[in-house]
């Protein structure tokens, strides 16, 4: 299969990745050769990484199979990974849809509207395929939909998945889908109880993987995500459903402060 991934961030790479790993031809597009290069390089980082741990056994042949070109025309899959942004995405697979006119348009976000995405696209080639970070690794993808999609194009989404070895949950298209909405819900909550002095960072974490066999806790999960990036999904979240999604103090003020996680070295915890 011929695949597009735009973006070459965290997201975007992981994705190039994963397809490259499971024998794709990738297109990554980015917004400038300058980006364009930096993706690629990230992706060439992360396959190294993979032959290090003895997951692919040339990291070099899997690399030559990505291109920075212009996306072909006879790609079946595009999927978007640029920031959370309606409009941003919409021109970005509207441009997409024109070039590659068979393609499956996919879009990566963890909370916006699919129906308002695909306003103005052909509805019936878009959906959500919500990958997690990091996407080589983490076996589940969350499939969208939205009332104009084809189910063939659900089922093809759904197929090229499973094939790279995920696990595959459909949503009705809903503020924050199923997964985005229950770990923003468990995640503020967190920062709630971090902000009444309820418990340590390090023991509502500890709490949650003893108590409830989660492989980390929120607030490490929050570090990882990015609490600039959980701070935008929770504000999305409460404007759509409502103030129990409402972002605390807490949080709003480590974002002003640039404590945005791992990306950082700071977060709730120090990295």
């Known amino acids: 299969m011929k695949a597009v991934v735009i973006g070459g961030g965290t997201m975007g790479a992981g994705i190039a990745h994963l397809l490259l790993a499971h024998g794709h031809e990738v297109t990554l597009s980015e917004a400038d050769a300058e980006r364009a290069e930096q993706g690629s390089q990230a992706v060439r980082r992360s396959l190294g990484r993979a032959q290090e741990k003895g997951k692919l056994a040339d990291a070099d042949a899997v690399f030559a199979n990505l291109s920075t070109a212009e996306p072909p025309a006879d790609a079946e899959l595009v999927v978007e990974a640029v920031p959370e942004n309606v409009p941003l995405k919409q021109k970005v697979l509207g441009s997409a849809a024109e070039k590659c006119p068979r393609a499956v348009l996919a879009s990566n976000t963890s909370s916006l509207s699919i129906s308002e995405i695909a306003a103005g696209l052909p509805g019936e080639r878009v959906l959500g395929m919500h990958f997690f970070n990091p996407v080589p690794v983490q076996q589940l993808v969350e499939l969208v939909h939205h009332e104009g999609v ?9 197929t090229w998945a499973e094939q790279m070895g995920k696990t595959v949950i459909e949503v009705r298209d809903s503020p924050g889908f199923a997964t985005s909405r229950l770990g923003v819900a468990v ?52 404007a759509e459903l409502g103030p129990r999604f409402e972002p605390p103090r807490l949080l709003r003020d480590k974002v002003a402060r640039g404590e945005l996680g791992k990306k950082t070295g700071q977060g709730f915890f120090s990295w």
């Open 150 to 158: 084809d189910p063939a194009n659900v089922a093809k989404a759904r």
């Open 187 to 238: 995640g503020m909550e967190a920062i709630r109880m971090l902000e009444e002095g309820v418990a340590s960072a390090a023991d509502i974490d500890t709490g949650m993987k003893l108590g409830y066999r989660w492989p980390m806790g929120p607030l490490e999960l929050t570090d990882l995500v990015g609490l600039d990036v959980r701070l935008a999904i929770a504000e999305h979240l409460a």
